[in-house]
């Protein structure tokens, strides 16, 4: 049988712009040409002749896979891996630069939720509109107008406007109306992450109802690898808009996994480009050692840890009041902790051209079972020396942190805590 | 199933597709066109009496100053009814030409999430002004009732044709328009401005008669032969001119086809810069 989505050798290329950040306004350009009027020509000439210096970059390079009808497939890989670029040119908002793509049935794409909605509009206003955006006939909406109030729990504000829900509400109305499309393929970024945890569970038990039963063919991209597993039966592993691997799910969130070390050794971070800052010193390794002083590959919550950053400065360079910040953020880009020797005014002065700085956690550590990026930022005497913000990933397993068995499952904290009584 | 099998490939240009995939997305057409109906005037106290009393307004001014103060000519046609006639038509031109020149900024947040085909965004725009142009078109009816001026009724028939042709040139102009508006957003500021000139240049509040031998240059802009078949035929006050009409149409089907094939050009580009 035919696939259902058939990827032929795509690759999708941007051009950086020079200019960061907003627009180019036609005045930016008149200007230019005002204050460097042969530059400019010289620039458009090479433009012209296609030697201009562009810088390039590609998000996506010679993607080829092929999908079934009715599987699940998961994408994962680290932030800029190209997996929500992956995802629009699947669904057509932007052309692949070369490549073909077949697609052998009615797709629809969720790369947000609520797409189109209207502030103005009334609930039962948007779910046609955004319907009808995702796809839907006005008849198909009718049908499934009841279903899709009765899933989002909102009967009694149906007809309020939307800017007058609750971002709970809102959420679960617009993940609703995405859930009664039916598409022969739907493709969802991340959309999960919004919502609380119980409409998440609810979302993630439709989507896989909606596959299981009804032999629709879901891409899902998503960095919780738990939703990965239970929903997909295999799995994409994106890395620099490349596949490295496309295996079944299990095997191939181990491997990513173990391809992010929670460990990082200097021959690793010195091939790393993705650094900001003045460079006379740099983070050479990176490790977590346990209360026994043994470096770890994941963490438990409840234990007690012992962050170590490695550093190297430039011959004869010695810097002075060195502080270093980790960052701690969920999957989804939440900021959750951060440990900052700024914080406790413990800086360093650095006399050896190289050595380790320990940061020891002086509690159990609190964050609930789930993977969770690290960043990390050097600073010297106030400047920032070294800063890596997707330095890595790594794992927190369960763990007792009460020592009662009972596990937190819908926050993202333990607190240490003791209550008791006291009467009148 | 197979009539969803579809290939996507690097580069696009216009083709007969295009046709063929709007009417396939006609729902989504008539949906937008619809928002965008339902929320303007969300919240108004006087709602959809907004798009009778704006040019409504603008009528009684130019009457005011125009006609009364200024004695301008108006080819034997009560002022009112002369300067409304003019009004309508340009303000459905103009209002549709800024709304197509903008609806890729404001749809933005569409446009870079879901694939549908961007075509529909200004024609789309634009209906919801036609909308407005039958609103107002009913205070037309009522000065001519009231001046006790008979309408040319065999004159209405050419009525879709000058709609046509402002269709035409506002969704021609608006996409080109729009195009360059993803990228340069100078063109939100240099619209109102182009557009208020362009008032002036068009025979809305004068007769295109006033500018004597020089009317040649004024039917370079289509609009100046939509207006004037207008009042001829509404209003009977001269036989149409079939010479200015036609280059009023060619102008109009020149500035949709440039218009579209510059937009389908640079669409592929649309969601990443948007």
Redesign the interface.
């Known amino acids: 049988m035919e696939p259902i989505i058939e990827v032929k050798n795509i690759s999708k290329k941007y051009n950086i712009a020079r200019h960061q950040g907003g627009y180019v306004a036609m005045r930016d350009i008149l200007t230019n040409i005002a204050k460097k009027p042969f530059s400019f020509i010289k620039n458009k000439a090479k433009k012209l002749v296609g030697k201009a210096g562009k810088e390039e970059f590609w998000a996506l390079k010679n993607i080829s896979f092929s999908v079934e009808k009715g599987e699940a497939i998961g994408i994962i890989g680290a932030n800029g891996a190209g997996k929500s670029t992956l995802l629009k040119v699947l669904s057509e908002i932007t052309p692949p630069t070369t490549g073909e793509i077949n697609i052998n049935g009615r797709l629809s794409s969720l790369l947000e939720v609520g797409t189109g909605f209207h502030p103005e509009l009334s609930g039962r206003e948007n779910i046609f509109l955004n319907g009808a955006i995702l796809g839907m006939t006005k008849k198909e909406i009718s049908d499934k107008f009841d279903d899709i109030v009765e899933f989002a729990g909102i009967n009694k504000f149906i007809d309020t406007p939307v800017k007058r829900y609750s971002s709970g509400m809102y959420v679960r109305l617009a993940f609703s109306v995405a859930a009664h499309t039916e598409p022969d393929i739907l493709l969802v970024d991340e959309v999960l992450a919004v919502g609380d945890a119980n409409f998440q569970k609810k979302c993630l038990g439709k989507m896989d109802e909606v596959t299981k039963k009804n032999g629709r063919t879901i891409l899902f991209v998503s960095h919780n690898m738990d939703a990965i597993l239970k929903l997909c039966s295999r799995c994409i592993l994106l890395k620099n808009g490349k596949i490295t691997m496309f295996d079944e799910s299990r095997k191939v969130v181990n491997t990513y996994l173990q391809n992010n070390p929670l460990s990082q050794e200097s021959s690793s971070l010195e091939k790393r480009t993705d650094r900001k800052g003045l460079g006379n010193i740099k983070i050479s390794s990176f490790f977590v050692e346990n209360q026994e002083g043994k470096k770890v590959d994941y963490l438990i919550t409840g234990k007690y840890y012992t962050f170590c950053i490695g550093y190297k400065s430039k011959n004869n360079y010695n810097p002075k009041n060195v502080s270093i910040t980790l960052a701690i953020s969920n999957e989804n880009g939440s900021p959750l902790i951060l440990a900052s020797s700024k914080l406790t005014k413990q800086d360093f002065d650095i006399i050896s051209s190289n050595g380790i700085i320990r940061c020891k956690i002086n509690q159990k550590f609190p964050l609930t079972e789930g993977i969770y990026n690290i960043a990390i930022d050097l600073f010297s005497n106030g400047q920032r020396e070294d800063f890596i913000k997707n330095f890595g990933v790594f794992e927190v397993k369960q763990g007792d942190f009460y020592d009662t068995g009972i596990y937190i499952k819908h926050s993202p904290f333990y607190l240490e805590q003791d209550w008791s009584l006291q009467t009148n | 199933?197979?009539n969803?099998?579809?290939?996507?490939?690097?580069?696009?240009t216009f083709s007969l597709n295009d046709i063929k995939e709007i009417w396939q997305y006609k729902?989504?057409l008539?949906?937008f066109t619809?928002?965008d109906l339902?929320?303007r005037y969300?919240?108004t106290a006087i709602g959809v009496m907004w798009a009778i009393f704006q040019p409504f307004t603008t009528m009684i001014v130019f009457s005011v100053f125009f006609g009364k103060l200024a004695k301008m000519p108006s080819d034997g046609i009560p002022y009112p009814i002369f300067v409304y006639t003019g009004l309508l038509i340009w303000q459905f031109f103009s209002s549709s030409l800024s709304e197509a020149s903008n609806c890729l900024i404001t749809n933005a947040?569409?446009?870079?999430?879901?694939?549908?085909p961007r075509l529909i965004l200004p024609i789309s725009a634009t209906i919801t002004k036609f909308v407005d142009f039958s609103i107002a078109s009913v205070i037309l009816i009522g000065l001519m009732a009231y001046y006790n001026y008979l309408p040319n009724l065999s004159g209405l028939l050419i009525l879709p044709l000058l709609l046509l042709i402002t269709f035409m040139t506002a969704v021609g102009a608006g996409l080109f328009l729009a195009s360059i508006n993803v990228?340069?957003?100078?063109i939100r500021y240099a619209l109102p401005f182009f557009i208020q000139t362009l008032l002036f240049v068009t025979p809305v509040i004068y007769p295109a008669s006033i500018t004597g031998k020089y009317s040649w240059i004024l039917a370079l802009n289509p609009m100046t032969g939509v207006i004037k078949a207008a009042r001829a035929a509404i209003l009977g006050n001269a036989p149409i001119n079939w010479t200015l009409l036609l280059i009023s149409g060619l102008t109009g089907l020149t500035a949709l086809i440039i218009g579209i094939i510059y937009f389908k050009k640079t669409e592929?580009?649309f969601?990443?810069?948007a």
């Open positions: 199933m197979s969803y099998k579809k290939t996507i490939r690097p580069k696009k729902e989504l008539y949906f619809w928002r339902k929320v969300k919240q947040s569409i446009i870079t999430k879901v694939y549908f990228k340069y957003r100078d592929r580009y969601a990443d810069i």
